[in-house]
C-alpha cells in the first residue's frame, strides 16, 4: 500500500511541476507572436492601398534568410519538434559525432 501511495505522490509532484512549467508558457507565445508581425501587416497592406496580393506574396519572398529561418526554427521548437531540428542540424553541420 505504501508503495502505491509513493508512486501517487509522485505523479502529484510530476503534475505540479508540469502544470507550473505551462503557466510560464506565455513567453513563448510573445516570442512567436512578435516574429510573425510582419506576415499579417504584409498581407493586410494590399486592402488599405492600390498593390495587389501579389505584391504581397512578393513581399514575403524579399524577407531575409536569416528571418525565415529563425521562425521556422522557433515554430518547431514551440510546436514541440526539438528531435527534428536536431537532426536537420546534425546532418546540416555534420555533427553527426556528438558525445550524448
Known amino acids: 500500500m505504501k508503495n502505491a501511495e509513493k508512486k501517487l505522490e509522485e ?4 503534475h ?3 502544470e507550473e512549467s505551462l503557466s510560464r508558457s506565455w513567453k513563448d507565445e510573445f516570442i512567436v507572436v ?3 508581425i510582419p506576415i499579417p501587416i504584409t498581407m493586410i497592406y494590399p486592402f488599405f492601398t492600390d498593390d495587389s496580393m501579389t505584391t504581397a506574396w512578393t513581399n514575403l519572398a524579399l524577407m531575409p534568410e536569416w528571418y ?6 522557433v515554430l518547431l521548437v514551440v510546436f514541440g ?3 527534428l531540428l536536431f537532426r536537420i ?3 546540416l553541420f555534420g555533427r553527426s559525432n556528438i558525445t550524448k
Open 89 to 91: 542540424a546534425d546532418k
Open 81 to 83: 519538434l526539438k528531435a
Open 68 to 73: 525565415s529561418q529563425l521562425l521556422m526554427i
Open 16 to 18: 505540479d511541476i508540469q
Open 11 to 14: 505523479k502529484k509532484l510530476t
Open 34 to 36: 512578435m516574429l510573425m
